[in-house]
């Protein structure tokens, strides 16, 4: 089998372990998160539905007492359009319900629904027979104890239904304990069984290694004798046969170095005798070279010089030339700047002349508003001396029902909802006094804020014209600078053109003389590359010599 396959193999496993433990683990997850889902939803449906059972028992009552001070129809159509709301959630509630506790709970908070219904109709028949005296009575000792009854039921059944939304999550907790418990085991044991498979495999891919690296450090310490056995089929197998070749080709190539080694000592000996002779013959004729080649090189260094000097004249010239041109083409480009900058400012100073037009209207709006807002306080001051008298007459009203005795009961539940009303408007009234006096004083900070930028964008105005000055000044004088550049350009361009002129006729004579130099210095640099070529003959013969002895010495170090 292949290291290849193997390694596949172990690889394959594992994953399949992994994705084992994933699906466990997601399908676990996906349990509790459906479980407590469902549960969190049919317990918030049922806390709600107490919540409206409360609140529509509580809106009943609202009801009831409205038609009962004030006798107004609409107030009948509320209790009943609550009425039927209850009874719908009371209903919703009992179908819901897998409880016994909770069932009996729902039993009673109908049972006491029932009742209070049948209490109203009572009160209500009293009312509309005018018989306002004993309905008062009954909905003060009958019907608002029912009401009472109903709202410690409906907090009963929502405590029982949060504890036992709490023993349902404490259920969870543990199930989501145990199964991270399960989770931990699980990948202890895929850990456990991956060691171990990669302890295996290793091994057999190891040992093989070892035995070829032994082998491989005997070889090279020269014993071309030594040779792996392995029986193993893989790659290692192949790699030990090929190195068991290896060796064999290493051995038959020792054996035949030793005889080159001696041939090449021979032939270095021999080659290095002949270029000692042809060197000398060499030396000779390139002292003749040296000397024509001197002559040649002292006239070409005069017209080198002379070159060199017009190409300096020519180089700052055209040097000069670029930088005219720059210098013109920075100056277009500060004028064409020039010329949007005072577009600009013109564009700013407009702008400027219509911020100052807003903000002169934005002020007026304001002065506006704090008008409007000392004429808003003035009625709150008047809803205060109004909240004053209706608390007197409640007041006194209250008084004559407490002389009137039970005939003046109800006048009394009458001037006593009088003066909550008189409280809540005093307060809505302070509230409004302290919202427009923080308006007001708003409206104050935000005057004065806008004076200060008026005063600050009549100085921009000032600034910006000047600056509108400044630009057609500074205009006005790079256009005059533009024109005189122009006219320098033209004279550095004509002395430029005579420039190249002569600088055509004198590369012509320098080229003559290079020529002539160049020929002189070819004739030197062909002996001197033969005298080069002959000199590195005799040394590679000598090199050649020294390296078949040391092929010598080395190849003695090998086992054959």
């Known amino acids: 089998m292949k290291i290849r396959t193997k390694i596949l193999i172990s690889f394959f496993i594992v994953i399949l372990l992994l994705a084992g433990l994933c699906v466990y683990s997601l399908m676990n997850m996906f349990h509790i998160q459906e479980t407590s889902k469902a549960m969190i939803e049919e317990a918030m449906s049922s806390i709600q539905n107490g919540k409206n059972i409360q609140s529509s028992a509580l809106e009943q009552d609202v009801s009831l007492r409205g038609f009962i001070i004030t006798g107004r129809r609409e107030f009948i159509d509320n209790f009943k359009l609550a009425q039927s709301e209850r009874i719908q959630s009371s209903d919703i509630t009992l179908t819901n319900s897998q409880n016994s506790e909770e069932r009996e709970l729902i039993e009673k908070l109908i049972a006491q629904a029932k009742e209070y219904d049948g209490i109203s109709e009572k009160i209500l028949s009293l009312k509309e027979q005018g018989i306002e005296e004993e309905a008062i009575e009954d909905m003060q000792f009958k019907?608002?104890?029912?009401?009472?009854?109903?709202?410690?039921?409906?907090?009963?059944?929502?405590?029982?239904?949060?504890?036992?939304?709490?023993?349902?999550?404490?259920?969870?907790?543990?199930?989501?304990?145990?199964?991270?418990?399960?989770?931990?085991?699980?990948?202890?044991?895929?850990?456990?069984?991956?060691?171990?498979?990669?302890?295996?495999?290793?091994?057999?891919?190891?040992?093989?290694?070892?035995?070829?690296?032994?082998a491989a450090q005997a070889v090279a310490a020269g014993d071309l004798n030594r040779e792996i056995k392995i029986e193993t089929r893989d790659e290692t197998g192949l790699l030990v046969e090929s190195f068991n070749r290896m060796v064999r080709e290493l051995r038959g190539f020792i054996e035949q170095a030793v005889l080159s080694a001696e041939e090449i000592s021979a032939a270095s000996q021999q080659l290095s005798a002949s270029s000692q002779q042809v060197s000398a013959a060499v030396e000779e004729v390139n002292a003749v070279a040296i000397e024509l080649s001197k002559d040649t090189d002292d006239e070409s260094l005069t017209i080198e010089q002379s070159k060199m000097k017009i190409d300096q004249i020519?180089?700052?010239?055209?040097?000069?030339?670029?930088?005219?041109?720059?210098?013109?083409?920075?100056?277009?480009?500060?004028?064409?700047?020039?010329?949007?900058?005072?577009?600009?400012?013109?564009?700013?100073?407009?702008?400027?002349?219509?911020?100052?037009?807003?903000?002169?209207?934005?002020?007026?709006?304001?002065?506006?508003?704090?008008?409007?807002?000392?004429?808003?306080?003035?009625?709150?001051?008047?809803?205060?001396?109004?909240?004053?008298?209706?608390?007197?007459?409640?007041?006194?009203?209250?008084?004559?029902?407490?002389?009137?005795?039970?005939a003046g009961r109800g006048f009394a539940v009458v001037a006593e909802e009088i003066r909550k009303l008189a409280d809540q408007s005093a307060e809505s009234a302070n509230q409004i006094s302290v919202a427009i006096n923080g308006i007001k004083e708003q409206i104050r900070v935000f005057t004065d804020s806008m004076t200060m930028n008026d005063h600050a964008l009549k100085a921009g105005a000032v600034i910006v014209n000047q600056a509108s000055q400044n630009f057609e000044e500074i205009h006005h004088e790079i256009q005059e600078m533009a024109q005189e550049i122009e006219m320098v350009n033209c004279s550095i361009l004509k002395v430029v053109q005579e420039a190249d002129s002569v600088m055509e006729d004198f590369e012509t004579v320098f080229n003559i003389a290079k020529k002539t130099a160049a020929s002189a210095q070819e004739v030197s640099a062909t002996t001197e590359e033969q005298a080069g070529q002959i000199e590195g003959i005799a040394g590679a013969a000598e090199n050649l010599a020294s390296i078949a002895e040391v092929l010598n010495n080395r190849i003695s170090l090998f086992k054959i």
């Not at 059944?157 to 709490?166: A, G, N, T």
């Not at 989770?183 to 190891?206: D, N």
């Open 143 to 214: 019907a608002y104890p029912k009401t009472q009854e109903i709202k410690l039921t409906v907090a009963a059944l929502i405590s029982f239904k949060e504890k036992q939304v709490d023993e349902q999550i404490t259920d969870l907790y543990r199930l989501q304990d145990r199964t991270k418990g399960m989770t931990v085991g699980f990948i202890a044991i895929a850990i456990a069984l991956s060691f171990l498979i990669s302890l295996l495999i290793t091994r057999s891919i190891t040992r093989p290694i070892q035995q070829f690296s032994i």
């Open 314 to 406: 020519f180089e700052h010239t055209d040097t000069v030339s670029k930088r005219i041109q720059k210098v013109l083409q920075l100056s277009q480009e500060n004028l064409k700047s020039t010329t949007e900058g005072r577009r600009v400012s013109y564009e700013a100073a407009e702008k400027i002349e219509l911020i100052k037009a807003n903000t002169e209207e934005t002020v007026e709006k304001i002065l506006n508003l704090n008008q409007a807002s000392d004429k808003i306080a003035s009625v709150m001051v008047l809803i205060g001396s109004v909240y004053e008298q209706i608390n007197l007459l409640a007041l006194n009203a209250a008084i004559e029902a407490a002389r009137a005795g039970e």
